[in-house]
């Protein structure tokens, strides 16, 4: 069997940009004329494309290394690689722990990926590399993405922040953005390919356009904007202290750019925040949240929180809930601290034990239960623009899709409505999803709308 007719499977930890990143690779592998296969069990490379951001993240890949050993050892031609986050953040040292691995490639290499699969199929031997060179591009194959409708874009990679107890830093590197050109080009190719909606990724994505003499964030949504074909637009994660009115004004005043600010608070304590290095008090997060508010009329908010942080008493946690049933998020990520080596805050006694990590994490996500169901119950009787992902999951009689402010909506409709906007009447709620019926499809209306507006 020669490489080329080999196939290649991805499994995927961790967030949207390693889901991105996975895609980017699976289209440079096809390229390369390696073939995509689902299932590890029958591919002849399996690749982990790996997170650091939390220990449980590693954990769980670790484990399934292991079980990869009878095959590794056994069946020659058999290819397992580590890339990504943790093969940066452990390099050597996943090697020397787990000898049947034959590549582990850091988050600057991905690109080298498919020619060190070619030399180790040709025999030679095991590869690391955890070079940190410098920004590297991704030639996009429009057609691999998220779904059909939907695609992910990076504009920049890596992070500047270095919060205290975040590893993003060290192992993605600092922050480089994409220029502008090259990002709406992409963007375009997408559309053209059929994608509707297009998120715009970044560590730190409202400070988008460091090194590229004065752009920013607002001025990328004002020319993706732009985009024919595209009928919405979104943008994660975004930083507090980024959070600029330049910014504000930008979703609030575009047709397509959504509005759903996904900003994470981590905590309501001003001591918390402080030790965390986040540079921003709760009073400034809450100034941002009115801003934002002022500014984009009808905006939800999305947070991520972190429970049991060095030092953080039941006072801080109770700022914590407070902030969250205060804003009454539209959605809530919660994480229950874990020290990562190398960090600042790894300095730190781990000091609140598992069991309150636990309770706080448990006791938050009850929090935000609460706000889901007042929220979505108060919507009933509204009519909302949902974009139709397809068959809804837990009843495929019925569609599926997400409003504007990212809630999921299930109505019945026919399947020919995937892809499409349409408006829709709220009639019901769970914590989680709304359910309505369809008054009508709006399919295309923006795209008129901007070519009206070319025209005139
Ligand atoms: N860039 C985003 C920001 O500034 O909020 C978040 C990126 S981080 C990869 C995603 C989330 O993981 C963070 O918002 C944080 O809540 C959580 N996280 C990061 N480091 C963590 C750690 N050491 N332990 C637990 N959760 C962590
Ligand atoms: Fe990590 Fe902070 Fe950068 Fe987000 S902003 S990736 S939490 S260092």
């Given at each position: 069997m020669d490489d080329t007719s080999k196939t290649v499977c991805i499994l995927t930890f961790g967030c949207q940009m390693n889901k991105l990143d996975s895609q980017l690779l699976r289209g440079e592998l096809a390229?390369?004329?390696?073939?995509?296969?689902?299932?590890p069990d029958r591919a002849d490379v399996v690749?982990?494309?790996?997170?650091?951001?939390?220990?449980?993240?590693?954990?769980?890949?670790?484990?399934?290394?292991?079980?990869?050993?009878?095959?590794?050892?056994?069946?020659?031609?058999?290819?397992?690689?580590v890339i990504g986050c943790m093969a940066q953040r452990l390099g050597e040292g996943l090697r020397r722990?787990?000898?049947?691995?034959?590549?582990?490639?850091?988050?600057?290499?991905?690109?080298?990926?498919?020619?060190?699969?070619?030399?180790?199929?040709?025999?030679?031997?095991?590869?690391?590399?955890?070079?940190q060179d410098g920004?590297?591009?991704?030639?996009?194959?429009?057609?691999?993405?998220?779904?059909?409708h939907r695609?992910?874009?990076?504009?920049?990679?890596?992070?500047?922040?270095?919060?205290?107890?975040?590893?993003?830093?060290?192992?993605?590197?600092?922050?480089?953005?994409r220029p502008l050109e090259e990002?709406?080009?992409?963007?375009?190719?997408?559309?053209?390919?059929?994608?509707?909606?297009?998120?715009?990724?970044?560590?730190?994505?409202?400070s988008y356009g460091?090194?590229?003499?004065?752009?920013?964030?607002?001025?990328?949504?004002?020319?993706?904007?732009?985009?024919?074909?595209?009928?919405?637009?979104?943008?994660?994660?975004?930083?507090?202290?980024?959070?600029?009115?330049?910014?504000l004004d930008a979703v609030g005043g575009l047709d397509k750019v959504c509005e759903y600010l996904h900003v994470p608070a981590q905590s309501g304590s001003d001591a918390v925040l402080r030790r965390m290095k986040r540079g921003y008090a709760a009073a400034e997060y809450r100034d941002m949240v009115d801003r934002a508010r002022d500014r984009i009329p009808g905006v939800e908010l999305a947070?991520?929180?972190?429970?049991?942080?060095?030092?953080?008493?039941?006072?801080?946690?109770?700022?914590?809930?407070?902030?969250?049933?205060?804003?009454?998020?539209?959605?809530?990520?919660?994480?229950?601290?874990?020290?990562?080596?190398?960090?600042?805050?790894?300095?730190f006694p781990d000091d609140v034990p598992k069991d309150v990590k636990m309770e706080r994490n448990r006791l938050l996500l009850k929090a935000q239960e609460e706000v889901d169901s007042g929220r979505r119950a108060a919507m009933v009787g509204q009519e909302v623009e949902v974009l139709v992902d397809g068959p809804s999951k837990a009843d495929a009689a019925k569609l599926s899709g997400r409003t504007r402010q990212n809630d999921i909506a299930v109505f019945r409709g026919p399947d020919e409505l995937a892809g499409r906007l349409c408006r829709v009447r709220i009639v019901d709620s769970t914590p989680l999803t709304l359910f309505g019926e369809l008054l009508r499809a709006r399919a295309d209306h923006r795209d008129a709308e901007n070519t009206e507006r070319r025209q005139l």
């Open positions: 390229r390369a004329g390696f073939a995509p296969e689902d299932d690749l982990y494309n790996t997170c650091s951001v939390r220990q449980h993240a590693e954990d769980r890949v670790l484990s399934r290394l292991g079980a990869h050993r009878r095959r590794a050892m056994r069946e020659d031609g058999f290819v397992l690689g722990k787990f000898e049947f691995v034959d590549l582990v490639c850091g988050t600057e290499a991905l690109l080298r990926v498919p020619g060190y699969l070619r030399q180790i199929i040709a025999g030679h031997g095991p590869v690391v590399d955890v070079r920004p590297f591009h991704f030639d996009r194959t429009p057609s691999v993405r998220v779904s059909p695609a992910y874009t990076s504009v920049m990679r890596g992070c500047d922040r270095f919060c205290a107890y975040c590893i993003v830093p060290y192992v993605r590197g600092r922050e480089v953005s990002v709406v080009e992409e963007v375009r190719l997408l559309a053209a390919d059929g994608a509707r909606e297009v998120i715009l990724l970044g560590q730190n994505v409202n460091k090194g590229l003499g004065g752009v920013t964030l607002a001025d990328l949504l004002a020319r993706v904007n732009e985009v024919d074909g595209l009928a919405r637009i979104r943008f994660l994660t975004s930083h507090p202290k980024d959070m600029s009115d330049a910014i947070s991520d929180f972190m429970v049991g942080f060095p030092g953080e008493t039941d006072a801080d946690f109770q700022d914590t809930l407070d902030l969250l049933r205060e804003v009454r998020f539209q959605q809530s990520f919660v994480f229950k601290y874990s020290a990562r080596p190398g960090t600042k805050a790894a300095e």
